[in-house]
């Protein structure tokens, strides 16, 4: 049996994004730029998706992500709420980084900034999560789709759902930086953008 198909969508932007500072699990909002990538976002599923009320719809528990899918579903002309949270989709936690941007870290912590340049995969920030970590739940999440899924989540969680769909190359995975205005379009060793 074929499995299901998954509509990935990176939050809005937020501030903490364009001023590239650890976001991870503090719950920044959506600013202006980010409503309307994910205005945009659902205009564009609408004209891909027939029939919506055969999708699940789910997305991480973060405000971002929360605003960003009632956007989505407004502009598909669905009830802007109807849809489920999954603690699980949650974003990586950056630890005792949340809050910095990657300038302050490489001035504070060169060596540290030259690992985690090296080892993005596995590099795990003081009390934070590395993309392996964040690999386990989401390979144990994705297991659970049942039916054509749209999703909205977390740059990390984007890295290792490509990592675990494409049979990616862990550096290469970690690498990808995730755009916030294209929705992915995946199965099982298949991907494309709109």
Do not use: C
Request: proline share 5%; no cysteine.
């Amino acid at each position: 049996m074929a499995r299901p198909i998954l509509y990935y969508i990176r939050h809005g932007q937020t501030d903490w994004n364009a001023e590239l500072r650890f976001q991870g699990q503090k719950d920044i909002p959506l600013n202006d730029t980010g409503r309307a990538q994910a205005q945009r976002n659902g205009e564009k599923l609408a004209s891909l998706i027939d029939a919506p009320q055969k999708f699940d719809f789910v997305a991480s528990p973060l405000g971002r992500t929360r605003e960003t899918m009632q956007i989505v579903r407004q502009a598909m002309g669905l009830d802007p709420m109807d849809y489920r949270l999954d603690e699980r989709l949650i974003e990586a936690s950056y630890g005792l980084l949340e809050g910095t941007t990657l300038a302050e870290f490489k001035a504070a912590s060169p060596e540290l900034h030259k690992l985690r340049k090296r080892e993005r995969w596995t590099f795990r920030p003081e009390e934070g999560e590395s993309h392996a970590m964040v690999h386990e739940r989401i390979a144990a999440w994705y297991e659970t789709v049942q039916q054509d899924t749209v999703v909205v989540a977390h740059g990390v969680v984007g890295r290792v759902l490509r990592y675990h769909l494409l049979g990616l190359d862990e550096a290469e995975a970690a690498e990808f930086v995730f755009p916030q205005d294209q929705i992915f379009v995946w199965r099982p060793g298949s991907e494309k953008l709109v």
